[in-house]
């Protein structure tokens, strides 16, 4: 079985591209697991420190030939602000909740949670449904859990 021995990011190379990989955003942090790629073939990725990967990055096998990560497309929801303080006050709430979230410069993307899209409602923010590739901001706390916190206290 071909063995996955590194990764480098997207854009930084231009490797022979064999195959893809589909996978969610909470599918690629990864340090061992075996893939199944699009064409039904398997190859074990074994890294040494745990990898977190995003769209685009190639996976480089042993025999030489590369293998490219593709982000799954995710229902999520699409928040819109007024403006750029508005942006950043909705981001506050929904990183005091702990949510894995896609912050640009216009926008917000977040899992779907019809609890809190009620929330960004009342807040102000414009709310769409959207399906599309999830890349969440690294939390400066990441763990192999992708990001969720199972702590337990009160965010007053």
Same mark, same amino acid.
């Given at each position: @079985?071909?063995?996955?021995?590194?990764?480098?990011?997207?854009?930084?190379?231009?490797?022979?591209?064999?195959? /893809?990989?589909?996978? +969610?955003?909470?599918?690629?942090?990864?340090?061992?697991?075996?893939?199944?790629?699009? =064409?039904?073939d398997m190859v074990?990725? =074994?890294?040494?420190?745990?990898?977190?990967?995003?769209?685009? #990055?190639?996976?480089?096998? =042993?025999?030489?030939?590369?293998?490219?990560?593709?982000?799954? %497309?995710?229902?999520? /929801?699409?928040?819109?602000?007024?403006?750029?303080?508005h942006l950043v006050?909705?981001?506050?709430?929904?990183?005091?909740?702990?949510?894995? %979230?896609?912050?640009?410069? #216009?926008?917000?993307?977040?899992?779907?949670?019809?609890?809190?899209?009620? @929330?960004?409602?009342?807040?102000?923010? #414009?709310? +769409?449904?959207?399906?599309?590739?999830f890349q969440p901001?690294?939390?400066?706390?990441?763990?192999? #859990?992708?990001?969720?916190?199972?702590?337990?206290? =009160?965010? %007053?």
């Amino acid at each position: @079985m071909r063995r996955v021995i590194t990764y480098l990011p997207a854009g930084t190379s231009e490797e022979t591209i064999v195959g /893809f990989v589909m996978l +969610a955003h909470d599918e690629r942090h990864l340090r061992r697991k075996l893939l199944h790629l699009d =064409d039904g073939d398997m190859v074990m990725l =074994d890294m040494k420190q745990p990898v977190l990967l995003a769209h685009g #990055d190639l996976l480089l096998m =042993d025999d030489g030939n590369a293998i490219e990560v593709r982000a799954s %497309a995710e229902k999520l /929801f699409e928040i819109r602000p007024r403006d750029r303080l508005h942006l950043v006050e909705l981001a506050w709430h929904i990183g005091n909740r702990h949510l894995p %979230a896609q912050i640009e410069e #216009d926008r917000i993307l977040i899992l779907r949670d019809h609890v809190i899209r009620e @929330m960004l409602i009342v807040l102000g923010a #414009d709310v +769409a449904e959207v399906t599309e590739h999830f890349q969440p901001m690294r939390g400066a706390y990441h763990g192999h #859990d992708g990001g969720h916190s199972s702590h337990n206290h =009160d965010h %007053a």
